[in-house]
């Protein structure tokens, strides 16, 4: 794909702060230059971008959605990093967290994961090239600029990336309904991948015997599992609340 659709202020703001060379062009909902938008459009006029301000149906259109908050932008896409860029990273950084989504194909959790990992300091979010949802403006708009700042490696085989970063170090923990240990029994210190299911199905049989542990959230209440993102969500936060003791 020779360029990609962007939308929303905190999206752009974030591709802006990153990739200002890969801004091609940009168009602004005529009218509207509020205190939100009109930082993001001067500081795209002093990069040179060129910003074409058009009517909402416009917008609504380039964006495949209503909820583009006044702007679009078409840009050059940003390749996701490969297996020798995971490498690289688990090399290069002290102490990795990665957050590993088996097969989560909704967009909105997808980005939901992909600010989840932000906001934890995750190194980064690795998926599968295939049966994976990918980057794309959905993704984008709800992670709310952490799609811009979160490494992204799509590996082609899952459970061979998994076993190449056990060489290297790497504690991999699974989450599973049917695991015996509750994530709270689970030492989170050291070099460690949490890998998320499938929204319905959950691991996949071989990314479930790859991992070194398996743990489960205790579930109180009458509902069997929570959303990907919001499960994610938990277990990072405890691995930050271990590593930060």
Same mark, same amino acid.
């Given at each position: 794909m020779s360029h990609e659709i962007i939308f929303g202020i905190h $999206?752009?703001? $974030?591709f802006m702060e990153r990739y200002p060379e890969r801004v091609i062009e940009a168009f602004a909902l005529k009218g509207r230059q509020d205190d939100r938008l009109l930082p993001l459009l001067n500081q795209m006029q002093k990069m040179g971008v060129a910003v074409q301000f058009a009517p909402r149906k416009t917008l609504d259109d380039k964006a495949d959605s209503s909820q583009h908050q006044g702007i679009v932008a078409r840009v050059k896409p940003v390749p996701p990093l490969n297996e020798a860029g995971l490498t690289k990273l688990i090399e290069t950084t002290t102490n990795p967290l990665f957050l590993v989504l088996d097969g989560v194909t909704d967009p909105h959790n997808l980005g939901a994961c992909l600010r989840n990992a932000d906001a934890a300091g995750v190194t980064a979010v690795i998926v599968p090239k295939d049966k994976s949802a990918s980057l794309n403006p959905t993704v984008r708009k709800v992670a709310c600029g952490a799609a811009e700042n979160m490494p992204l490696v799509a590996v082609t085989n899952l459970a061979r990336s998994l076993r190449e970063m056990q060489k290297l170090g790497v504690w991999i923990v699974g989450t599973a309904g049917e695991a015996e240990q509750m994530i709270y029994d689970c030492k989170m210190q050291g070099p460690l991948a949490i890998v998320m299911g499938a929204e319905d199905k959950g691991m996949r049989r071989l990314t479930r015997e790859t991992c070194d542990?398996?743990?489960?959230l205790p579930m109180m209440g009458s509902v069997s599992s929570l959303n990907v993102s919001v499960a994610a969500?938990?277990?990072l936060f405890e691995a930050v609340r271990q590593r930060q003791a």
């Open positions: $999206a752009l703001t $974030a542990e398996l743990i489960k969500g938990v277990c």
